[in-house]
């Protein structure tokens, strides 16, 4: 065991260092990408009634945009190892800043939607496996059909409105937390985390709230592909020759399904679900928007409708490393699963 | 065992009744002396003079900090409108201005304090004042238009007295100081963070507030919400009372169905940023306030580059103006929510009066746009694209495919081009649309500065690329004008230019439909178009 998991920490170790050349080529592809869009920043921001030229040339200079744009990106990659990400000027803070405080927003609510993904999708997929062509397999296929076809801002904007508009169950679709309850102190910057550290229930409580119409709209979204994933997967490991083998010798319902069908098929549904976790980050905008969510994604979307580039490039250099720390999640939880996988 | 449990269990449960009991009441009182203000906008500074800042930050900007003076308001079809007439003094007590028009001597009020205490002097007066027409902010341009533009021309006469010298007896100096940017700062506070390259504190006046103002920042999340809670000493509103709400909520909600839910709801008091639709079916339901004012500083054109072919041709720019499908426009835009600017009837052929936006007398008349196209020399038409950006796909969509069938009918063809908000500035800026819409507002609404800032000069506001020196010199001249009768005779002729030229086509000022709770009241349009929270109140 010890050796498996040391070849997995040296795997993950190399693949983190292979990746990184593939950061650098993003950083710099981004890079010239906001400078190849048409639309001016600086004509954008100076938008006072009475902004003229010298406003417009003064927000130029203030961007560092009145240089070549060799000269530009030099400036920006010795910012970015000074860590230094530049300055929104949407928001007037360094991007940094924004980012550190939106981040755990979007994680936070990622992370539920994915579990809530995955705690529905995985019985289903089970339960559709296990009789298909039956009643139940078809209940699934329609219920992911209709996940599928329904867009997250649909479903945002329907569960808005029958859960807080007519019933008044939830409460108001503003952000990560109830205007009039007063924030816990930061230290993981998951609401849901600090509360509990903090020992404030009813805050903890107010939190998870507002948390679960997003995440379940967005994991409406997401559950068809990890039940479909399980359910083909689960098909394959089925009718394998080892579990014909476990079923033969008499092993129970139980240790036959869960522990050698399901753990063999296991592996797809956790690439499946490392792609899912950083396409929902980057892409849950329209959620993000319909529930006021202070995340990253609606920040780089507002960010790149103005020209604004430092959050963008920001914003791109992290889902980047994000998309690369996921894999490697992605990978160790490969070796857990399956030991196999760390033999070279 | 089970006794103690049980007994312990009822205490849990008493004591808890009793905490909702106790607190329940004093929840619903905070509530009520709470007013949460949803926009689909947000505050990036807290001082609007920062280049970049939003409107939002210019409405927050008026509850943080004093002025010397403020508008007064009127009464515009029975919707309380700010008054450019009136001038009320706010940190002035009292104001003279010489009989020369050179001079205006402010008294400050001797109560005045800011919000750290320390009374508010003619040095901070001038040390503001300075600031805003020297430092790289967005106050300089604006103090321009009211011929401030020195330092020299601020004296500090004794501690509670400052004088202001003009060159020229501008009308716009005095509406100049009551606008958003020359807020007067607690100059000590903000020189301690000054530093030798930011001598104006502007760094650190982004994220912090040195005023007088009627509000105090509690927190503020740039982008998301600022929190703000009364100042007790301020009295500049109605005399000796602070401002009503004890707290104010400022919180972004980008999308516009939610923030129509909110209100509807009652989670929310006040909100102006709504779809037309959802105002008007709020409005219908009859449970919540509705405000709508025509924003009578503000403009909506169909523009077209007077320097590019074929729009650099008077008679195609007159055909268009006779092929706009105005009252279908009007309807699907806007639901006919705003005051049209089209439409008119000049029995003589002259404007009505000097004042600028004025309704012009056009309608759709296809025959009529024929005629013109053909004393053009486009007897079978042209292509053209029609531009709008993205932000305003819901007014702009449907007005562009209104206006592409219809100038089909004339042989006109229109491509539609939807581009992204800082695309479109910067074509506008370089002046590379030959026809598109796109909006205006001045905030200090005279004839003279409409023509002034939006028809003169290769600059950006001049949307139309009008060269026209007549126009220029007469503009100019209005400026300065004393006389009432000259200026309004001025402002006739150049009414009658426009309609003459007709470099653009003004459509109509849309209304600014205030969505409140049925308790809030004095809500008032002013002329940064956002709320001004000191102004409200609840019954």
């Known amino acids: 065991m010890k050796t498996g998991l040391g070849a997995t920490i040296v795997r993950a170790g190399r693949r983190l260092l292979s990746s990184l050349p593939a950061l650098f080529g993003v950083l710099v592809f981004t890079f010239l990408l906001m400078r190849v869009l048409p639309g001016d920043p600086a004509v954008f921001f100076a938008s006072g009634p009475n902004a003229g030229k010298e406003e417009i040339e003064q927000i130029r200079r203030q961007m560092g945009l009145n240089k070549s744009v060799p000269e530009q990106l030099v400036f920006y990659l010795s910012d970015i190892g000074h860590g230094n990400l530049g300055r929104s000027m949407m928001t007037g803070q360094p991007v940094l800043k924004d980012l550190r405080e939106r981040l755990p927003a979007s994680l936070e609510l990622t992370f539920t939607a994915l579990l809530i993904a995955l705690i529905a999708a995985v019985p289903l997929g089970v339960v559709a496996a296990l009789r298909p062509g039956s009643i139940v397999d078809h209940g699934v296929r329609l219920f992911c059909a209709l996940g599928v076809c329904v867009p997250t801002f649909v479903s945002g904007l329907l569960l808005i409105y029958v859960f807080y508009y007519l019933l008044g169950l939830a409460p108001d679709p503003t952000g990560r937390i109830d205007v009039f309850t007063s924030l816990p102190p930061q230290h993981t910057g998951f609401l849901s985390i600090d509360f509990l550290l903090a020992g404030d229930f009813e805050g903890w409580w107010a939190a998870c709230k507002q948390l679960v119409l997003p995440a379940v709209s967005m994991a409406l979204f997401v559950i068809a592909p990890l039940a479909r994933i399980t359910r083909a997967s689960m098909l394959v490991s089925l009718g394998s020759d080892f579990v014909r083998t476990a079923r033969s010798i008499g092993l129970s319902w139980r240790k036959v399904v869960v522990t050698y069908a399901l753990r063999n098929a296991i592996l797809p549904v956790i690439t499946i679900a490392g792609i899912v976790f950083s396409t929902m980050l980057g892409a849950n905008v329209l959620v993000e928007k319909v529930f006021s969510w202070p995340g990253v994604a609606s920040y780089a979307l507002d960010a790149l409708l103005s020209s604004d580039y430092a959050p963008v490039q920001g914003f791109v250099l992290l889902m980047a490393s994000l998309f690369v720390l996921v894999n490697l999640v992605v990978d160790i939880c490969y070796g857990i699963a399956d030991p196999r996988v760390s033999i070279e | 065992m089970r006794f103690v449990s049980f007994r312990s269990a009822t205490t849990i449960l008493a004591t808890t009744a009793l905490l909702l009991i106790a607190t329940a009441p004093s929840h619903a009182q905070s509530r009520a002396e709470t007013l949460r203000y949803v926009t689909g906008a947000s505050v990036n500074t807290l001082d609007p003079n920062i280049p970049g800042a939003t409107r939002e930050s210019f409405g927050l900007s008026m509850s943080t900090y004093d002025r010397l003076v ?422 006739r002729k150049l009414n009658a230019m426009h309609f003459d030229l007709m470099p653009q086509i003004m459509l109509w000022q849309p209304n600014q439909d205030a969505v409140m709770a049925a308790t809030v009241e004095g809500y008032t349009y002013e002329f940064h178009r956002q709320v001004d929270y000191r102004n409200l109140s609840r019954k």
Request: neutral net charge; hydrophobic residues 40%; glycine residues 6%.
């Open chain 2, 70 to 491: 403020s508008f007064g308001r009127k009464q515009l079809n029975g919707k309380w409108v700010f008054d450019l007439d009136t001038i009320n003094g706010e940190l002035a007590e009292s104001y003279d201005v010489s009989p020369d028009g050179l001079k205006i001597t402010f008294r400050l009020r001797k109560d005045a304090k800011f919000q750290d205490g320390s009374p508010v002097t003619a040095d901070d007066v001038k040390w503001s004042l300075d600031r805003c027409v020297t430092a790289p902010i967005l106050g300089k341009a604006q103090l321009l238009t009211g011929s401030l533009t020195s330092a020299d021309q601020f004296k500090v006469i004794d501690p509670l007295t400052i004088e202001v010298t003009l060159p020229k007896p501008d009308k716009l100096a005095l509406p100049n100081l009551a606008t958003v940017y020359p807020m007067i700062i607690n100059s000590k506070l903000a020189k301690e963070h000054a530093t030798a390259d930011d001598p104006w504190a502007m760094a650190w006046l982004k994220e912090h507030t040195a005023g007088s103002g009627a509000y105090v920042i509690e927190s503020f999340k740039p982008g998301e919400q600022v929190t703000l809670k009364r100042n007790e000493a301020w009295n500049r509103g109605s005399p000796d009372r602070p401002a009503f709400f004890k707290r104010i909520i400022v919180q972004s909600v980008p999308e516009p169905a939610t923030r129509a839910n909110l209100v509807e709801r009652g989670d929310a008091d006040i909100v102006l940023d709504l779809q037309a639709s959802d105002v008007q079916s709020l409005e219908a339901k009859g449970k919540l306030k509705v405000v709508s004012t025509p924003q009578y500083n503000a403009i909506t054109y169909v523009s077209m580059n007077n320097q590019i072919p074929p729009f650099d041709n008077v008679n195609v720019r007159r055909a268009i103006a006779f092929a706009l499908p105005y009252e279908d426009m009007f309807k699907a835009a806007l639901f006919g929510r705003g005051m049209p600017l089209y439409g008119a009837s000049w029995p003589d052929g002259k404007p009505l009066n000097g004042i600028y936006p004025f309704q012009q007398p056009v309608k759709l008349d296809l025959d009529k746009a024929k005629e013109y196209l053909k004393a053009a020399g486009f007897p079978e038409g042209f292509s053209t694209t029609f531009s709008f950006n993205v932000g305003w796909a819901s007014q702009a969509e449907p007005m562009a495919a209104l206006i592409k069938e219809s100038l089909g009918k004339i042989g006109i063809k229109v491509d539609i081009q939807k581009l992204p908000d800082a695309q479109m500035s910067t074509l506008i800026n370089e002046k590379k649309l030959p026809f598109f819409t796109e909006g205006i507002v001045a905030w200090l609404p005279s004839t003279d500065y409409f023509y002034r800032n939006f028809y003169t000069g290769n600059q950006r506001w001049n949307y139309s690329s009008i060269n026209n020196p007549d126009l220029v010199a007469i503009a100019q001249g209005a400026r300065f004008e004393p006389d009432k009768a000259k200026y309004e005779e001025a402002g």
